[in-house]
């Protein structure tokens, strides 16, 4: 979902780890939604972080791809105000001079008048014109970052739009290197990244998926088999220009890998996230391989496994623990006291608590949770 | 393109829109587009615009008389400084000095100067930038993309910081063939609009010399969102213009 996403971003690196790191794929024949995608989503963090409710101060947002205003006037519509659009938001502009020819002109036209400082900036936007320096690029990048003001540590999130312009200008492994500087710089909470995939090579964005914690795909809405111009492939044509599929998936820490799936679609001039729960369960069903042996339960089996007696569970009904040991069943046990003998007791939640000696606590998390489920207890959260 | 007066409404200005930004007219050797570069430069001269022409397929003398037929002076417009004209076809010539690159950052510079003249001038209408073709581009920056890339985006880059369009023709089926399609894809990419231009499936025929498919892919910043974004319809191409029409409708 476009709000885990989001969440993600927001509450940025952990402690000694990296930073997280977005990377939204996009495709020509969805590409007005995939800009709106990286529209949205720069725009929902840059709400997040002038409310105060991000681990960033700021965003930084390097913009090949389009005008600088782009940016300002959507994150404008979505309700932030000037004052906070100056104290939040700073642009890298990549887009107006890369390769400073207007500068070049501009010095031509101007021969003695050395003292012209080049670069203008206008509010919170300077102007970047070399764009074929990745080092210096990181460094005005980290320089924009640090100028947010604010109390705490000085962390800001990055976005780059797009990773397929910077590749005319630069190696895959010179912005790479400067992807995971980024998500490895102290003060770097968040990042994320536009990619066209049909622009380059199938390895390019893969290389750049192995970068980040979280992939969102932007997919047309409906797949043309044939390839035409003819009439019946109009309306998927239009189709797919005000509707798309954001798929995305998100790395935990654990290692298990989420898969969510939500429609896109352009609404007036703004972009709308449309969550489908039913196709999102058939996704996470796909997820059990097909293999030869059965990795479900039946019923039997899963009223037996609630039936199972923990061993440092509270069966909650006021009578002693009982504890399996591995040697006698469980009703002998029950008879049998001396298995609840103080030896034992150690290792067992006492329900009336204040023995001086180590205890421990079990509480079983919940009750019903799947062996496979990757359900994220933030999701119920309403924010 | 803004409104142009006279001649109504047809099926390609409705197709168009009024705010596209960024026009790629796309063709193939069965169904050459640029009669419709030679419609669209009519229209913005004819709305009292201004353009800048970048001619790499042929000479001044072949577009004058074309557009001449077409009811439009271009040598007048020439003289009166309505009209640039670029004529590259030698481009960038043997005698000049730097690379590639340094022949298209000059063309460029060139263009910028006419177009803020044109802003701060007192007919502040609508500029054009038309180029005919990029894939003759390709040819003159010796096959490097990059460069041909460069320069488009920052022509691109004109149209959103000033009151400026951009038409650009490509000739699809060169890349059709090719596993990167490079140039064309990125067309495709900064296109506002494309104008495609194909054979019909059927053949040749008489009355009807093709089809041409506009797709708009509409902008945050439009309020074209309900709009139709697809079209499609046949054209026949005539002396004075074109005739576009939806199938079967042509009697």
Known sequence: MAEAVVRCLRDGRLDGEHAPALAVEGSLQCCPLAAGAMLHIAAALASQVAAGKAQARGLVVV????????????MRRRGLDANALDRC???????SDPLGWKQKSQNQQHQGNSAKHFSTNKENITVYRSVKDVTKLMSSTTELGGGFEGEGKKYFSVAVDSISSMLRHASVPSISGLLSNLRSHEQVSSIFWMIHSDLHEPKVPRAFECLSTMVACVEPALVDPICGESPGNMSILELNYSKAK????????????KHLYEDLYIEGNDIKFDSAPSVSIEVNQSLVPKVQFNLELSEKERSDRANVV????????????RIYDGRRSLPEAQRDLSLTAPALVDEIKAPKSGTAKGEIHYFRDSDDEQPDSDEDPDDDLDI | MEEYGGGGGDLLSEAMGSAARVVVVEDCVEAPGAFVLHLLLKRALASGGAAAFLALAQPFSYYDRVLRKMGCNLSLHRRNERLHFFELLGFPGGAREGTIADSFVRLYNEIQRLVEANRAGENAGQFTVVIDDAS?????????????????????????????????LIHEDIYADEENMGLLL?????????????????????????????????TFSEQRAKAQKVWNFHFKGKENGADFFYPGTRH
Request: glycine share 6%.
């Open chain 2, 136 to 168: 003759l581009l390709e040819v003159v920056a010796l096959g490097s993309v990059n460069d041909v890339l460069d320069f488009l985006h920052y022509c691109f880059a004109l149209t959103s910081e000033m009151n400026c369009s951009l038409v650009v």
């Open chain 1, 246 to 257: 954001f798929i995305v998936r998100l790395k935990r820490r654990n290692g298990r890998v």
């Open chain 1, 89 to 95: 938001v700073r642009i890298l502009d990549c887009y």
């Open chain 1, 310 to 321: 923990l061993p440092f569970e509270h069966q909650g009904n006021g009578e002693p623990i």
């Open chain 1, 63 to 74: 913009a090949f791809d389009r005008s600088p205003q782009v940016y300002l006037e959507f």
């Open chain 2, 186 to 218: 990125h067309l495709r990419y900064i296109a506002d609009l494309v104008i495609k231009a194909a054979p019909l499936s059927t053949g040749l025929a008489a009355d009807v010399h093709g089809q041409l498919s506009v797709v708009n892919k509409g």
